[in-house]
């Protein structure tokens, strides 16, 4: 079983022209509600490419909670440990421009008053053979969560991926066992531009590092010695987003299998690579048939 501690946000995705200015009002071509948060898509993930997975997290009690735990529901995902919070759901408001850059901003809502686990977590936690942790809830209630498996006796492995990248407190690293930043993220975390420089300075930090490099693939180390590069499978992208976290949630799927470090890499590749090749996130990450088919 996989354990998520993370986010769960509404996007909320306006298609325009052009995003207005301050102060202007336009009329947008279409509007979608997308479930998502960094916590969410990687249960989702993790759930489709063949594991038990429960969700640990916050919704609000608007509109917006039901649709975020049915999402999670649908895939799969045990959402016990979702809870229901006083106030708005975490939400992403999402400007999308024909042809330019997006513009986003993120309401935390009930993301933002989550304070470490509570009921059972702790309990689900222990039972789990890896806990996925991102950065998209409060710091503190991150580092209680990762310090839960080492405080019970657990051989749950403890997998940060760093998004946003912020710093990271001692005890949160003290904590984990593997890091998955993206190149940005890793370049942000450590200072050093040229990847392969970043995962060294990342594993004087942790005991392994995944750092994923888009359409080049994966850099992978250990402080055991040993080091990876996994080529991404050539495929044509329509939309990459959450590709990291589809990456994310079937790693942890391998590993809890058992399959070496390369088989993971391979397995969570091909998972990836599958989603880029869909429209939108929860709804273009691969069922484990797919991703089996593809490493055949
Ligand atoms: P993020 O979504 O966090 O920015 P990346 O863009 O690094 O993360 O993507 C994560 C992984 O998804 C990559 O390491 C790769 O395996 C896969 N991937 C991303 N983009 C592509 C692509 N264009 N073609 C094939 N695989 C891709
Ligand atoms: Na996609």
């Known amino acids: ?58 919704v609000g009690d608007d509109a917006f909670g039901p649709g975020l735990r049915a999402a999670l529901a649908e895939a799969g995902v045990d959402t016990a440990g979702l809870r229901v919070v006083s106030g708005p759901s975490g939400v992403a408001h999402i400007v999308v421009q024909d042809g330019g850059d997006n513009s986003i901003i993120v309401v935390p809502g009930a993301n933002g008053v989550v304070t470490g686990p509570a009921g059972r977590d702790a309990e689900v936690i222990a039972r789990s053979g ?22 019970a006796m657990s051989r749950a492995e403890v997998i940060l991926t760093p998004a946003p990248a912020v710093p990271l407190p001692a005890e949160l690293l003290e904590a984990v066992d593997l890091i998955v930043p993206n190149e940005h993220e890793a370049a942000a975390l450590t200072g050093r531009d040229d990847p392969r420089d970043a995962l060294e300075a990342l594993l004087d930090l942790v005991p392994e590092a995944v750092v994923t490099l888009g359409a080049r693939g994966v850099l992978y180390g250990s402080r055991d010695g040993a080091r990876l590069h ?3 499978v050539p495929v044509r992208a329509v939309d990459t987003t959450a590709a ?43 069922h484990r048939h797919e991703i089996d088919r593809l490493l055949e």
């Open 244 to 286: 990291g976290d589809t990456f994310a949630g079937a790693l942890a799927v391998a590993r809890t299998e058992g399959a070496d470090p390369a088989r993971a890499l391979r397995f969570a590749s091909a998972a990836a690579a599958l989603s880029v090749q869909r429209e939108g996130a929860s709804t273009s990450m691969p």
């Open 130 to 151: 890896a806990l996925l942790l991102q950065l998209e809830l409060p710091m503190d209630a991150v580092v209680a969560a990762a310090q839960v498996p080492r405080a």
């Open 230 to 232: 996994e080529a991404a």
């Open 1 to 58: 079983m996989i354990s998520v501690f993370g986010s769960a946000n509404m996007d909320l995705v306006a298609y325009v022209a052009q995003a207005p200015k301050p102060g202007e009002t336009i009329t947008g071509r279409e509007f979608r509600t997308i479930p998502g948060g960094k916590g969410a898509n990687q249960a989702i993930a993790a759930a489709r490419a063949g594991a038990d997975v429960a969700f640990l997290g916050a």
